[in-house]
Nanobody, 124 residues
């Protein structure tokens, strides 16, 4: 299993970025997929989740209304569209996948497979 994130970069506050997570060995529509983020010295936090077989979503309060998680089944790729970015969104962003539905989505322990991360930096 391999998850490969891309799309990170530097942007000014108010700008947008779209992160991608290409999945290998994991069929995205059949897995619970999520985005997490982490800043140095802090715990990794759940940002958004996409559930299989129906596509319901969940978001952290801090990103509701600004971020959108989605998938492209043909490309087996997960996305995170990030709009109206704020300096506090600066972090390393990780893609995660899990077959099981056990555990709350916002907990890192609920996901078995992880990507290496892509850095997002938002300047004021």
């Amino acid at each position: 299993v391999q998850l490969v994130e891309s799309g990170g970069g530097s942007v000014q506050a108010g700008g947008s970025l779209r992160l991608s997570c290409a999945a290998f060995g994991v069929t995205v529509p059949f897995f619970r997929m999520a985005w997490f983020r982490q800043v140095p010295g802090k715990e990794r936090e759940g940002v958004a989740v996409l559930y299989p077989s129906g596509g319901s979503t969940g978001y952290a309060d801090s990103v509701k209304g600004r971020f959108t998680i989605s998938q492209d089944n043909a490309k087996n790729t997960l996305y995170l569209q990030m709009n109206t970015l704020k300096p506090e969104d600066t972090a390393m962003y990780f893609c995660a996948a899990e077959w099981s539905a056990l555990g709350h989505w916002s907990r890192t322990q609920s996901f078995r497979y992880w990507g290496q991360g892509t850095q997002v930096t938002v300047s004021s």
